[in-house]
């Protein structure tokens, strides 16, 4: 059985030094070319022995990385005299040029690896097209109604009403009890409206600020409204209802 050996492939040079770097932990902007050299080579070598082709771009950044160590080996010119400044000129870093490929390089290579996470996520989703859905689509017609005021909203007007009246007070004084039928009650509200031949405020239909005759009187439009006799209307939101007789039928009679 032959012995096999697996090795990390790299993308080309640059990405080789950069595993080399961040498996030494290497500062990039300071890098020991003796021993990053040193490595490189070494991987270069295992690929030989192990008869894989090497690219040729592998080879030109060896040749590169032993002329930056030869130059650094090189001893340092200094000048004789340090009294004229204008002599003096800036040395060069032959790792300046390599250091700035690798930087660049690894821009590139993190924002690849952002991207193939974004591509990745963007997998776990499925899509479709739009469905045309109106074959199965009711119309739906609004009921009409003679009654746009809710039995909620009537409660509500009877409780301001209440708070106008201060009703909700105790107050003591002597009243004499006087039975009020909401059938009577009823007949009196529709001959009211009728002879006033208009939309009447809900509130002008309490003249009386007996607690006995205003309930009567709520439950006898209650009533009415339950009959069809009147139509209350709200031109808005908490604005004033208006009751007004339908038609002009006669008197409401029979037992509540």
Same mark, same amino acid.
């Given at each position: 059985?032959? +012995?096999? &050996? ?19 932990? #290497? ?6 070319? $003796?021993? #990053? ?16 082709? &090497? $690219? ?5 950044? $060896?040749? =590169? ?7 650094? @080996? @090189? ?29 660049? +390089?690894?821009? +590139? ?31 739906? /017609? ?6 746009? &005021?809710?039995? +909620?909203?009537?409660? *509500? ?29 009823? =007949?009196? #509200?529709? &001959? ?26 709520? @439950? *006898?439009? @209650?009533?009415?409204?339950?009959? /069809?006799? #009147? ?19 006669? /008197? ?5």
């Amino acid at each position: 059985m032959p +012995y096999n &050996v697996k090795i990390d492939a790299f993308e080309g040079p640059l990405d080789l030094l950069l595993h080399l770097i961040n498996r030494l932990e #290497i500062d990039i902007y300071d890098i020991p070319v $003796a021993q #990053i050299t040193e490595q490189y080579l070494l991987y270069i070598h295992t690929m030989n022995e192990l008869q894989l082709d &090497v $690219a040729s771009e592998f080879l030109v950044m $060896a040749a =590169t990385l032993l002329a930056i160590k030869s130059k650094m @080996l @090189l001893p340092k010119h200094e000048e004789e005299s340090l009294e004229d400044d204008s002599n003096l000129e800036y040395e060069e870093d032959p790792r300046e040029d390599l250091v700035e490929r690798l930087i660049e +390089y690894r821009k +590139y290579k993190e924002a690849a690896h952002d991207l193939k996470l974004l591509e990745e996520e963007r997998s776990l989703m499925f899509t479709k097209p739009p469905s045309d859905l109106s074959d199965y689509a009711k119309e739906i /017609k609004p009921e009409k109604t003679d009654l746009n &005021v809710s039995l +909620y909203d009537m409660l *509500a007007a009877f409780q301001k009403l209440l708070r106008r009246k201060k009703l909700q007070r105790p107050m003591t004084t002597k009243i004499a009890r006087q039975e009020i039928s909401i059938d009577k009650r009823m =007949t009196e #509200i529709l &001959v009211e409206l009728r002879s006033f031949k208009g939309r009447k405020s809900f509130n002008d239909l309490f003249p009386h600020p007996s607690k006995e005759h205003i309930v009567v009187t709520f @439950l *006898a439009i @209650l009533e009415l409204i339950k009959r /069809k006799e #009147i139509d209350v209307e709200q031109d808005g939101n908490f604005s004033e209802i208006f009751v007004e007789a339908i038609g002009e039928g006669e /008197k409401v009679v029979g037992n509540y």
